[in-house]
């Protein structure tokens, strides 16, 4: 590779709406390697009237709703800017997830706000984003594609738990290390499986505003450990379709809104009760995929916003506890941005026109370049050429 040092900017607007997540990673490529330093991250909350436009996106009229992806497009792009001059950065690269407003894989689409195009306006470096829809056309989930950043980066670690949005399990298998015996619907025992498991943050933040205003989530889950367990809605839940499939599977709020908020809304239990059982459905559910997975005598690497879930960590060790799997928790910057390093990751790879998802977790019939590039004027040449 005739570029073995570059800054790339990781960008990534979660399903838990908690705001704007900036990374700027300098990788360092060789031969068979590729090595990473985080030098500034950020993150820079929705205003109110941004959460309400992205939660209300999905039941909007067409032509505000393409209205509201170019103005997307320039909410990141400003932000964007700012972060860049507040660190006195200059990209190479900029890759961007958006915010996921459908996701429908069964249906064959997937739909992210915040305009490529847009974007590139803002920034003098080729803008990388919209990665999940090939892999779906390529028969797979379009999710999760963070898995093949956690294999190329992480070589530590064959187990991650990201505790976002949505709760996401990797389990990547590695030469010389512990095997298991992994069960999906494609395959009897693939290499590697990854998949979604339930949501998390997605409701606990939700219930978190309900139960005071104020709040943006439940800090260190004091309020969730306050409440008490619901039985009767736990038996609910647990029963729900969705967890009798086996992997490759992914989520969307669809989902929720269709199946589990009913259940929630239903319930005239106090707040804190809910999201008592809320946290104990996640920690069930988690265990429950390590199990069916025959994962034992682990450690598996936890970020995402529910890894500072005091409350939750608790009830997801003492369900690990009899499979001997212990929870490790890094330094508070892997915990909130390793998806946008990742994302960042994934936009070079895009770049460099290698493949960079594991097909395998996503169930596509084969691995793709995933990603759409918006060059900057400075990169064509007379002809027309990009000499990246």
């Known amino acids: 590779m005739s570029h073995p040092h570059l800054l790339g900017i990781g960008m990534m ?129 379009g999710a999760p594609l963070v898995p093949f950043g956690e294999l190329k980066l992480f070589a530590d670690y064959s187990l991650f738990l990201n505790l976002g949005g949505i709760a996401n399990l990797s389990i990547l298998q590695r030469p010389g290390k512990q095997a298991w015996s992994l069960v999906s619907r494609l395959r009897k025992s693939p290499t590697h499986l990854a998949c979604d498991i339930c949501p998390v943050n997605q409701v606990l933040d939700t219930l978190a505003h309900r139960h005071n205003p104020e709040l943006r989530y439940d800090p260190e889950g004091e309020i969730a450990r306050s409440g008490e367990l619901l039985p009767e809605l736990l038996i609910q839940l647990e029963g729900l379709p969705f967890y009798a499939m086996l992997p490759p599977r992914s989520l969307g709020r669809e989902w929720l809104d269709e199946d589990v908020w009913p259940l929630l809304n239903a319930s005239r239990a106090p707040l804190p009760d809910l999201l008592h059982t809320w946290c104990e459905h996640v920690a069930l559910r988690i265990a429950d995929e390590c199990q069916r997975q025959n994962l034992r005598n682990a450690e598996i690497l936890t970020t995402g916003g529910g890894a500072h879930n005091h ?37 070079l790879c895009t770049l460099q026109g290698q493949p960079n998802v594991l097909h395998e977790a996503t169930g596509a019939r084969k691995a793709s370049v995933l990603g759409a590039i918006h060059l900057p004027d400075r990169g064509l040449n007379a002809g027309g050429a990009w000499f990246w």
């Open 311 to 347: 409350f939750l960590i608790e009830r997801l060790q003492a369900r690990l506890e009899p499979l001997s799997i212990r929870l490790v928790v890094p330094d508070r910057l892997q915990i909130e941005y390793k998806e946008a390093l990742i994302f960042a990751y994934l936009g």
């Open 13 to 141: 607007s979660g399903s838990s709406m908690d705001g704007l997540d900036l990374a700027a990673v300098r990788f360092e490529t060789t031969e068979d390697h590729t090595g990473f330093e985080l030098l500034a991250c950020q993150t820079d909350p929705w205003s109110a009237e941004w959460l309400d436009r992205l939660r209300n996106l999905p039941e909007a009229p067409a032509a505000l709703y393409a209205k509201t992806h170019s103005d997307f497009g320039h909410l990141c792009g400003m932000m964007l800017r700012r972060f860049l001059l507040t660190h006195d950065l200059k990209p190479d690269f900029v890759a961007s997830h958006g915010h996921t407003v459908f996701h429908q894989p069964h249906k064959h689409f997937t739909a992210q706000i915040g305009c490529g195009q847009t974007m590139a306006s803002y920034v003098n470096c080729p803008v990388v984003n919209n990665f999940r829809p090939r892999d779906i056309a390529q028969g797979g989930e």
